[in-house]
T-cell receptor, first 115, second 112 residues
Framework: DVKVTQSSRYLVKRTGEKVFLECVQD?????MFWYRQDPGLGLRLIYF???????EKGDIPEGYSVSREKKERFSLILESASTNQTSMYLCASSALAGGPSGELFFGEGSRLTVL | DAKTTQPNSMESNEEEPVHLPCNHS???????IHWYRQLPSQGPEYVIH???SNVNNRMASLAIAEDRKSSTLILHRATLRDAAVYYC?????????????FGKGTHLIIQP
């Protein structure tokens, strides 16, 4: 079974701190994605990556950056956390975005609270 | 603009069929229709997908309208474990991030 593992289920950080959210997948997937989920807003795409060292902005990239140095690992970085970044963060991977093999596999999520 | 329209919530009784509708009137000819569900305190999980023909798997059936502007996810006998938020997403078959943002989905409530 595909496994997408997010490093922390729950984090509490202070405003201005640098925050790293780590995601690892074990199925050699090309594509990895970071979403945030807020009540009433669904899942919104922050950044995605189709290859090592490659990244593309999603719908809400402001305040975030990402790093993909190895194929299996995709990190989301909050350079200076703010209270409006309090949210559930979900990582996903897929063999191919869209299409018959475009199934997305999600991690369990990381709930970040910024005080 | 929302790419999909789904009811905010639906309610059904246990062991009865459930039909979850989705309108995707702006879908292109190469977009596959994917459905995911999200159980409480978990990440979304894949349910089913299709292009033009109706599809069946062990979890559900997907009925796609002839004009592809709408689809219906069918749970043949709902159980309490099917209570979740269900999302339909048109996904471009050629890759890219189009369609990879999920809408608000339908919150399915199952009554015992």
């Amino acid at each position: 079974d595909v496994k997408v593992t997010q490093s922390s289920r729950y984090l509490v950080k202070r405003t201005g701190e640098k925050v790293f959210l780590e995601c690892v997948q074990d199925m050699d997937h090309e594509n990895m994605f970071w979403y945030r989920q807020d009540p009433g807003l669904g899942l919104r795409l922050i950044y995605f990556s189709y290859d090592v060292k490659m990244k593309e902005k999603g719908d809400i990239p402001e305040g975030y950056s990402v790093s993909r140095e190895k194929k299996e690992r995709f990190s989301l970085i909050l350079e200076s956390a703010s209270t409006n970044q309090t949210s559930m963060y979900l990582c996903a991977s897929s063999a191919l975005a869209g299409g018959p093999s475009g199934e997305l596999f999600f991690g369990e999520g990381s709930r970040l609270t910024v005080l | 603009d929302a790419k999909t329209t789904q009811p905010n919530s639906m309610e059904s009784n246990e062991e009865e069929p459930v039909h979850l509708p989705c309108n995707h009137s702006t879908i292109s000819g190469t977009d596959y229709i994917h459905w995911y569900r999200q159980l409480p305190s978990q990440g979304p999980e894949y349910v089913i997908h299709g292009l033009t023909s109706n599809v069946n798997n062990r979890m559900a059936s997907l009925a796609i309208a002839e004009d592809r502007k709408s689809s219906t996810l069918i749970l043949h006998r709902a159980t309490l474990r099917d209570a979740a938020v269900y999302y339909c997403i048109p996904m471009y078959s050629g890759g890219g991030a189009d369609g990879l943002t999920f809408g608000k989905g339908t919150h399915l409530i199952i009554q015992p």
